[in-house]
């Protein structure tokens, strides 16, 4: 495929915007390849500013659960931009959005709503901490919880160091109060909570991890986790800024039956607008200013376009629980073909799948947590991903990342993708 007005985009792009982009993972570099511009995108496909035509199992990282475009979001909205884009103040359709988070998502009470996923963790944790009056906070390797100070902090440490931050900018001085235990790895944590006893304000965890290629928490492990914090008298937030109304509509908590002290949310719940939210049970929450004293604020939070459209999108969801089951089939039937060619071409790579979420990882070892992911064969995954984007199907630049499916992926184009796949591996 050519990618000329693409690459013309880029270089245009470099001279103003650091890199070219607007967020890392749009780069292509671990990829070797120069970013995609994006004229347009309609169901499964994005169009390209060269009019190539992709299959997209990026899905803007998880908010078009529906396809791109779908019409129950892009229709009427013109009666919507002209009541106004923003007032900074109170309208009724926060309410309706904050309602179907918590009536959606086991344990949550209240619901405080922020701009991005990023966001959310960060302000989940400062209550956390106002609310418990500790410093020390557990995350685990691997898992992702946006980009601010305290959460950006090295996968590698092992559980009784401190963490490194992962970035310059990030002062030691701040992450010296992030734990990093590994993922799955209950007695990680006990010997954490042991070397700091009564200094843990909460942990933070993906119950799906999402962005070291999919991993799932083993079910025993949460409930392990969910009775150690009740012990210790940690609060437990979930990170469900992917799996949120994604894995089920009760996010992974729903899932596996474990629920948490707080939950993060994003992607989904903004339908494609930048959205977050964070929520907890009442009494932690009532430590949110104005009821109490942390303090957290928004010029845009609860911006009407974003809760219009978040607010249809999950009324859908809510009334189409076969969305998750049609999904659930659709991920696992693109796993089942994956794994007929790994054992065609005897490749010992591991296929991941939870619902519509999938990773197929080039490694020949069980992944557990991020120690088992490190040594991917990354040259394998370079040839897998130039081959399928070269024919027209869109997956993440990383091998760390998911596959998106969305409701408008057709069967047919999951039998295509397959025999793009299968062409992709049998040249490794
Ligand atoms: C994407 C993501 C975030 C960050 O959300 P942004 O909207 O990009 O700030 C946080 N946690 C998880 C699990 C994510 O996947």
């Known amino acids: 495929m050519m990618h000329q007005r693409s690459e013309a985009f880029f270089q245009q792009a470099c001279k103003k915007i650091p890199g070219g982009v607007n967020s890392p993972v749009r780069a292509f570099s671990s990829a070797n390849e120069t970013p995609l511009f994006v004229d347009h995108?309609?169901?499964?496909?994005?169009?390209?500013?060269?009019?190539?035509?992709?299959?997209?199992?990026?899905?803007?990282?998880?908010?078009?659960?529906l396809g791109h475009a779908h019409p129950l979001l892009t229709n009427h909205m013109q009666e919507v931009i002209e009541k106004g884009i923003s007032y900074g103040l109170c309208a009724p359709e926060e309410l309706v959005l904050a309602d179907l988070i918590v009536d959606a998502y086991p344990g949550i009470d209240m619901v405080r709503m922020v701009n991005s996923g990023t966001e959310a963790t960060m302000?989940?944790?400062?209550?956390?901490?106002?609310?418990?009056?500790?410093?020390?906070?557990?995350?685990?390797?691997?898992?992702?919880?946006?980009?601010s100070d305290c959460l950006l902090v090295s996968s590698g440490s092992g559980?009784?160091?401190?963490?490194?931050?992962?970035?310059?900018?990030?002062?030691?001085?701040?992450?010296?109060?992030?734990?990093?235990?590994?993922?799955?790895?209950?007695?990680?944590v006990k010997a954490c909570i042991k070397a700091n006893p009564h200094e843990i304000a909460c942990i933070i965890i993906e119950p799906i991890a999402g962005n070291m290629g999919l991993v799932n928490a083993d079910k025993k492990f949460l409930q392990d986790l969910r009775k150690l914090c009740e012990e210790e008298k940690i609060i437990l937030i979930f990170d469900e800024v992917i799996s949120g109304f994604r894995i089920a509509y009760g996010g992974a908590a729903q899932y596996y039956g474990v629920t948490p002290d707080m939950a993060c949310f994003g992607k989904i719940i903004g339908a494609g607008l930048p959205v977050g939210?964070?929520?907890?049970?009442?009494?932690?929450?009532?430590?949110?200013?104005?009821?109490?004293?942390?303090?957290?604020?928004?010029?845009?939070?609860?911006n009407p376009l974003a809760m219009h459209l978040g607010v249809r999108l999950l009324t859908y969801l809510k009334q189409h629980p076969q969305v998750y089951e049609e999904l659930n089939q659709k991920g696992a039937y693109l796993k089942e073909g994956i794994?007929?060619?790994?054992?065609?071409?005897?490749?010992?790579?591991?296929?991941?799948?939870?619902?519509?979420?999938?990773t197929l990882f080039f490694t020949d070892h069980t992944i557990k947590s991020y120690r088992d992911v490190k040594d991917i064969d990354q040259k394998a995954f370079v040839s897998y991903f130039q081959y399928l984007y070269d024919h027209g199907i869109l997956i993440a630049p990383s091998p760390y990342e998911c596959m998106f499916l969305s409701t408008a992926h057709t069967m047919e184009e999951l039998d295509h993708t397959l025999s793009i796949i299968k062409e992709a591996l049998k040249r490794l």
């Not at 004293?293 to 845009?300: D, E, I, N, R």
């Not at 794994?339 to 939870?354: A, G, K, R, V």
């Open 159 to 188: 559980a009784l160091t401190f963490g490194t931050p992962t970035s310059p900018g990030v002062p030691e001085d701040v992450v010296k109060n992030t734990l990093v235990c590994e993922y799955n790895h209950i007695d990680s």
């Open 277 to 302: 939210a964070y929520g907890g049970k009442k009494a932690i929450m009532d430590m949110v200013s104005p009821s109490g004293p942390v303090y957290q604020a928004g010029t845009l939070s609860g």
């Open 41 to 65: 995108a309609s169901g499964s496909h994005i169009y390209d500013v060269d009019g190539n035509d992709y299959l997209d199992y990026i899905c803007s990282w998880g908010p078009m659960i």
């Open 339 to 358: 794994q007929d060619i790994l054992n065609e071409y005897n490749l010992p790579y591991q296929i991941h799948q939870c619902g519509s979420l999938l």
């Open 123 to 147: 302000s989940a944790i400062r209550v956390a901490r106002g609310y418990t009056g500790k410093d020390k906070i557990i995350k685990f390797e691997g898992c992702y919880h946006g980009h």
